[in-house]
């Protein structure tokens, strides 16, 4: 089943606004990542918050992480062409021994389109 | 700058075939993984794999089996390619077993379409 759900499915702005895409999980996790997909390629890291962190920047992105409602965001700020990809949120469960599985989880994605 | 190749970007095959893909990564890697993605259910756990000859069944096995021979090294294998097969394969790697899961780093994805 999948741990992560990416809400929205889809996304279009302009250049200049902030893009804000959300992901829900069901399960205690150990940290939460965000990956990045341009059209027809591998999926690049942008960022990993863990259980223990409420928030995290770097760059141009915030993520913020609340484990009590089970869900993360990930902001762009002022968002530019170069910004249109898909954007996936993945988790790495806590297991019944109370570490890792060792494996990410990977939700559906958000598509984000940038208009110039 | 790590770097996970994949040996093919697109690949056509007949029902049937066997299918080999093969990746390799070049950081010495402990972890290693196989996804599909497929439009509208996001990536899918194949297998995956934490030291040589060493594997872990993900999600979606059927259908499929790997090969890590070489550190480096972790194959995916369609016994008999299905056209439910058809669709982006990525691998991927990460660093440490053991520990909570860390930052991967994926290949360019390989295209398969099975006719």
């Known amino acids: 089943s999948q741990q992560g759900e990416e809400d929205p499915q889809a996304l279009s702005i302009q250049e200049g606004e902030n893009a804000t895409m959300n992901c829900s999980y069901k399960?205690?996790?150990?940290?939460l990542q965000w990956y990045r997909q341009n059209s027809g390629r591998g999926l690049v890291h942008l960022i990993l918050?863990?259980?223990?962190?409420r928030e995290k920047h770097s760059g141009r992105l915030r993520v913020t992480l609340d484990t009590s409602k089970k869900s993360s965001s990930l902001l762009i700020t002022a968002s530019r062409a170069a910004d249109t990809a898909s954007y996936f949120c993945?988790?790495?469960?806590?297991?019944?021994?109370?570490?890792?599985?060792?494996?990410?989880?990977f939700g559906q994605g958000t598509i984000l389109t940038v208009h110039p | 700058d790590v770097k996970v190749t994949q040996s093919s970007r697109y690949l056509v095959k007949r029902t049937g075939e066997k299918v080999f893909l093969e990746c390799v990564q070049d950081?010495?890697?402990?972890?290693m993984f196989w996804y599909r993605q497929d439009p509208g259910l996001g990536l899918r756990l194949i297998y995956f794999?934490?030291?040589?000859?060493?594997?872990e069944k993900g999600d979606i096995p059927e259908g499929y089996s790997v090969s890590r021979e070489k550190k480096e090294r972790f194959s995916l294998i369609l016994e008999s390619a299905s056209t439910n097969q058809t669709s982006m394969y990525l691998c991927?790697?990460?660093?440490?077993?053991?520990?909570?899961?860390?930052?991967?780093?994926f290949g360019e994805g390989s295209r398969l379409t099975v006719l």
């Open positions: 991927a790697s990460s660093l440490l077993f053991g520990l909570p899961a860390g930052e991967l780093f």
């Open positions: 399960t205690s996790i150990n940290n």
């Open positions: 918050i863990r259980s223990n962190e």
């Open positions: 993945a988790t790495d469960a806590v297991n019944a021994g109370g570490t890792s599985y060792g494996k990410l989880t």
């Open positions: 950081m010495d890697h402990e972890n």
């Open positions: 794999s934490y030291d040589v000859k060493m594997k």
